[in-house]
């Protein structure tokens, strides 16, 4: 069996290696567009940061741990893809045959459209040869603007904020990471930020950036200027699908995937940030652009490739974030379900936020805020649907006892 | 090592709290706990001063091996003038929050001053703050602890509070930590409420060190299995201190009516088997035992009330399990007041921790009081309508509650028995000293144990020493005062260290010394240590010398030493407290007037 | 045979041996805030529970991490964190459904238990055989397994 991975990411080795445990006798390529050895993007901040060097941002660390199981890995980008043909064309013209292939390309950085967004000195903050030029030209005491206070933007303030810079954010939304946290956290987070010396302009939005003088001159809305040496772009990401257009592979935002990881064309699935499937509590698809969703996607495509046919229960959303020492933490449904229930516990002053949403007497989603022992067992009640019975009143009452009403309920199977 | 070096200085006047380094050469010489505070509130305030009035000086105290792998390392004590006595009052604690004070980096929490509303501590390491108690002001320890851990949403907090009866002044008030843990008599609670202090919540993450690690664990290793290994332990583990009632009943040495009888008829209603025995509804009153902070012998008990008993049949929110009997509880709600109800008890004990006040000197108080209604001195129009007799378990837990709210007679309990018999005008009926009731032996049985109330710093107290081994072999006075002065000095130490008074079931001075020694800088021999512990007992006889206390008041009531005690191995006998004392000082190195001497003062570098 | 602890949440007393013990391996001071292992007390002390990472075959933490910085010990069977890999992400504190391991905030890495290479600190410590390490047989390491498959993805043979 020859199996063809494009995306050498989180969900494309880890679908190479179960690939290998599974069709021990299968040929595994992988297809990857960057020069490096297969690295984690989650580690880029740390990088950043200086907290490591490049090489601990790889994927894998034993040396040749990929010629060792057999894996080959091929540089370059898949230009189109052809189903009923079984193969792959690549963008310097190489063509690669398939029986079972696997899209875990990823996603990239979008820009908003606004005059100037692709002047030099804007930044994106996705490769390590972004990171590179952002270390750069981060220097400490150097005006930068942090276009964008999402998850990513916020990783990379951590960053920033390490290097010593006069750093402002601009967020389009009414509050940090609005796609994580709610209100409420949100904006503690911004609160956090400020206390820590960074720029927080919630609600504005960035209408234009020019050259000026001494580096560039942001236009935002109600027209005010931000002057900055350095702007980092993180406003968002998009999966990268562009080449599946006459492939006949369907995709909304991202490429649409069943229970199985397997896209509307025979014999292709699709793991990862590329992929949009099936949410665990609503059953509706979408793109979870994250490590553990990448990691599940990629071992469940790969055993059904393999011919181990896996039912997937859809991925669910969550999130950690350390904002400049504060760990914030989003799981499921944390806005909440039609008919459900939720109890918030907010202590701004200590920067301490808990909530958790119901359906009757189970967890379906929450958010967390300066909780970081145990935060695991938020996922585990939201995964496994545990009904607290009893313990769902007292924790309407103290969100925080959720760890004793976990162990109750579960009766301490440990 | 050992010590964290490090003491937080709060002062609620000014509402500031700061960290300031331990003074080392002090706990060199005071070790720490109950020694180094009895130094720190000796410096700080006047003796003098009016224990309920900002000037005094309120200090919880860890030792050097509080928070350790040493077994029974919770221990932590409060420290300050009593208002109960006037005197030194050292109450310890062991459950959760002592060790947590230590984690947080310090050595010492002192409290000064008064704040101008009700406050409360919230300590995370290094971040202190005093917050107002607004919402928490009012409500019980149990509420309390809950309220505080909610707030902060942080279920690893620790608290020490005081409930309703610390608010509202009564005497024998105490602080309780981790909801039944409490540092229990003298009315150190009673302190905290006149300065506004409501509760101290600390969480801390910055850990203990020791001086020579492995030394320590192997020293920690081999008194922990001394401890496993002894007949002590064992009856401690299993039957928790309440084990004791049997055999005080068949001494002859349970007090029992307030002290007119020495035993009772009832005990094997309420006595250890009683906890374990399912009564007629299948109803067990003990679930489980419990340990303390670091502890391997675990005497705590955990107990509950059967739904239908008359105290909760009503009363949903007390169908909880909480802290169950021990013996001073047993005794204080059982003998000394006649009541023979093994749930009433219970009730009784939840009442206590629940609203934050000293079972003992509760327990005492009442039996007072139904002595007096006895003899018509208290009439029945004071009490609410509730018959104060001997045996009432109405009486018990009804009045148990009232105190602890600050309602109807409960008010006048709350004077604490010496006060209230002065009130009736039968200041003899109040068995105690220097204004503390006595715990539950009776000193014409135990002798060197009535010595020990006298001679208490603290008054009237069963724990500042341990000769019952000398009371039952021999009972009359003859060579206790030694035996008795040497065994507060050792308790002293052991009170200094933040390890618990019990482990004496099983460990020699040996036991400590390996450990402190490896755990503590400089050189700890048996002698130094002892040396402490003698140095710490004199400090605090000092303190009280300075507040006006003199040889006089190391009295106990007629009562023990005039009126033959009517049953038991002592039948016949009155406590010979007259005999023992001048032994005593001359022993102690003090004057004929209780006070140390100028030699004694200088060999202990005082 | 492989050992794994054994947890009888009826024999615990919530003494803390067991916390100071495990702080004292790994961080070399008695610190229970530090402690891979932790003690749940439930209504006044009625139960006390004892809880650990069971090094559980599903793994999610070592699944997650994208550095490769858990990694199973073959002779323990203990999931370990190697701290010079471990770049502090926090992805595998909210895989692991059983919150079993943990950001430490001051090293800036994630912790768990190791069983400690093999001599569980915490066992050694415990006064009253509350938590043991025996031979994986005995630790209801099944129902732990059924257990874990209601949180799993995994395939349906």
Known sequence: ?414 | MGWQRKILVVDLTKGEAKAEPLNMDWAFQYLGERGLATKYLSEMMDPKADPMGPDNVLIFATGPLTGTMASTSGRYAVVTKGPLTGAIACSNSGGKFGAELKFAGYDLLIVKGKAKKPVYLHIIDDQVEILPADGIWGQTVWKTEELLKSKHQNPLLKVASIGEAGEKGVLYACVVNDLHRAAGRSGVGAVMGSKNLKAVAVHGSKGVRVKDPKRFMGAVKAAKEVLANSTGRKELTEYGTNAMIDVMQQFGGLPTNNFQKVQFDGTEKINAKAMMTPNAHGHRNLVTNKACFGCTIACGRIAHIDKEHFTVVNRKEYWLASGGLEYETAYAFGPVVGVADIDALTFAGYMMNEHGMDPISFGATLAAAMELYEMGAIKKDETDGIELRFGNAEALTVMAEKTGKGEGFGKILGLGSKRLCEKYGHPELFMGVKGQEFAGYDSRALQGMGLGYATSNRGACHLKHDVFAEDMEDQTGKGKAVPVKKSQDKVAMIDSTGLCLFVTAGWGLEDFQTQVDAACEGEWSVERLLETGERVWNAERIFNNNAGFTAKDDSLPERLLKVPAPSGTAKGKVSELGKMLPEYYEARGWSKDGRPTNETITRLGL | MQKSLLIDPDKCTSCLQCEMACSFEHEGAFNPAKSRIKIFEFEHGRRAIPYTCTQCAEAWCLHACPVEALVRNQATGAVEVKEDVCVGCKVCTIACPFGTINYNQSTGKVAKCDLCGGDPQCAAACPTGAITYVDSDWTGYERMKQWAVKTDNRPQA
């Open chain 1, 1 to 414: 069996m020859n199996y063809v991975i494009l995306g050498a990411g989180p969900a494309g080795v880890i679908a190479a290696e179960t690939l290998r445990r599974t069709d021990p006798n299968g040929s595994v390529t992988i297809v990857g567009d960057e020069r490096e050895a297969p690295y984690s993007r989650m580690a880029i901040p740390y990088l950043l940061a200086d907290n490591i060097k490049p090489a601990g941002t790889h994927l894998r660390h034993g040396a040749g741990h990929y010629d060792k199981l057999g894996i080959t890995l091929r540089p370059g980008r898949a230009a189109r893809i052809d189903g009923a043909a079984k193969s792959v064309t690549l963008e310097d013209g190489g063509k690669i045959s398939f029986d079972k292939l696997l899209i875990a390309t990823g996603s990239r950085p979008t820009r908003p459209p606004i005059p100037g967004i692709d002047l030099a000195g804007i930044e994106s903050c996705w490769t390590l040869k972004d990171a590179a030029a952002i270390a750069a030209r981060a220097k400490p005491g150097g005006r930068v603007v942090l276009m964008g206070a999402g998850f990513i933007g916020c990783i990379i303030l951590e960053a920033l904020h390490a290097r010593k810079v006069d750093l402002t954010v601009v967020e389009m939304a009414d509050r940090m990471v609005a796609r994580m946290m709610d209100k409420t956290g949100g904006d503690m987070i911004g609160r956090w930020c400020e206390r820590q010396g960074v720029k927080v302009m919630t609600s504005t939005r960035v209408t234009a950036i020019e050259k000026s003088k001494n580096g560039l001159r942001l236009a935002l809305d109600g027209g005010r200027h931000l002057e900055a040496d350095l702007v980092v772009c993180a406003t968002g990401v998009a999966p990268n699908v562009r080449f599946l257009e006459a492939s006949g592979v369907k995709t909304e935002f991202g490429v649409l995937v069943d229970h199985h990881l397997a896209s509307s064309v025979a014999n292709v699935y699709a793991a990862g940030d590329v992929a949009q499937g099936p949410e665990m509590i609503t059953g509706k698809t979408e793109v979870h652009a994250i490590q553990p969703t990448a990691s599940e996607h990629g071992r469940i495509a790969a055993l059904n490739m393999a011919g181990q046919p896996t039912h997937y229960r859809g991925s669910l959303s969550m999130n950690v974030l350390n904002t400049l020492g504060l760990v914030s933490s989003s799981f499921g449904q944390w806005q909440g379900v039609p008919g459900g229930t939720m109890v918030e516990k907010a202590d701004p002053d200590h920067s301490r936020y808990l909530r958790l949403c119901f359906r009757d007497d189970v967890v379906v989603g929450a958010l967390a805020l300066g909780l970081t022992q145990h935060v695991g067992v938020l996922r585990g009640l939201v995964q496994t649907g545990i009904r607290l019975g009893p313990w769902k009143q007292r924790l309407m009452g103290d969100p925080n006892l959720v760890m004793h009403a976990y162990l109750d309920r579960t009766k301490g199977l440990a």
